[in-house]
Nanobody, 122 residues
Framework: VQLVESGGGLVQAGGSLRLSCAASGLTFSNYVMDWFRQAPGKEREFVAAINWSGGSSNYADSVKGRFTISRDNAKNTVYLQMSSLKPEDTAIYYC????????????????WGQGTQVTVSS
């Protein structure tokens, strides 16, 4: 099983990025997909989650209204559209696959990606 994130980079505050996480080796539609992030010197934190069909999603308060999670089960890919980016959004962003959909993340994941760096300059 592989989860491969892409789309990170350097962007100015107020800008946008779209992250992708491509999954292989698993039945993608059987998994809930979450995004997490970890900033230097900080603990990993939940960002967003989407259920198996894409019909339900939830977000951390810090990104609500600015980030949108979506998935394409035909392409085995989950996305994170990030807008109105702030310097405090700077972090490594990880996708994770699990069996449980929960508000704020389930803390029970079968697979993790390697991460993609997002840097927001002020």
């Amino acid at each position: 099983v592989q989860l491969v994130e892409s789309g990170g980079g350097l962007v100015q505050a107020g800008g946008s990025l779209r992250l992708s996480c491509a999954a292989s080796g698993l039945t993608f539609s059987n998994y809930v997909m979450d995004w997490f992030r970890q900033a230097p010197g900080k603990e990993r934190e939940f960002v967003a989650a989407i259920n198996w069909s894409g019909g339900s999603s939830n977000y951390a308060d810090s990104v609500k209204g600015r980030f949108t999670i979506s998935r394409d089960n035909a392409k085995n890919t989950v996305y994170l559209q990030m807008s109105s980016l702030k310097p405090e959004d700077t972090a490594i962003y990880y996708c994770a696959a699990g069996r449980t959909y929960a508000i704020g993340g389930s803390n029970n994941y079968a697979y993790w990606g390697q991460g993609t760096q997002v840097t927001v300059s002020s």
